[in-house]
């Protein structure tokens, strides 16, 4: 079992930035592959961002190349979003996901493949 907890969530003016972080707890955490999902009111859920168990491999959507960075730290069970240059059409719930599968066994950002979820935190960036 993976218990994680979101943190950093807020209102942000648009071209500002915000760090969200996921703690973890439970499983070891070196051993789960981690993303970050977000979903706006009346869409589908999205994955944003993701990164390997050994912090090696990344993936992120084309919607937040450039302005996001997934990291995380092992000493801490801690997984980071790093958002820079927020826009309003990142207004969204932003959920940290875990998963035990490999990263070359699964698309990353494949939202079935995730079987242990946050609760969310909001962030919502004003125009």
């Known amino acids: 079992q993976v218990q994680l907890v979101e943190s950093g969530g807020g209102l942000v003016q648009a071209g500002g930035s915000l760090r969200l972080s996921c703690a973890a707890s439970?499983?070891?955490?070196?051993?789960?592959?981690v993303a970050w999902f977000r979903q706006a009111p009346g869409k589908e859920r999205e994955c944003v961002a993701a990164i390997s168990t050994s912090g090696g491999n990344t993936y992120y959507a084309d919607s937040v190349k450039d302005r996001f960075t997934i990291s995380r730290d092992s000493a801490k069970n801690t997984v980071y979003l790093q958002m820079n240059s927020l826009k309003p059409e990142d207004t969204a719930v932003y959920y940290c996901?875990?998963?035990?599968?490999?990263?070359?066994?699964?698309?990353?950002?494949?939202?079935?493949?995730?079987?242990?979820w946050g609760q969310g935190t909001q962030v919502t960036v004003s125009s």
């Open positions: 996901a875990a998963t035990t599968r490999g990263w070359y066994l699964m698309r990353p950002q494949g939202l079935h493949y995730y079987n242990y």
């Open positions: 439970g499983r070891t955490f070196a051993t789960v592959t």
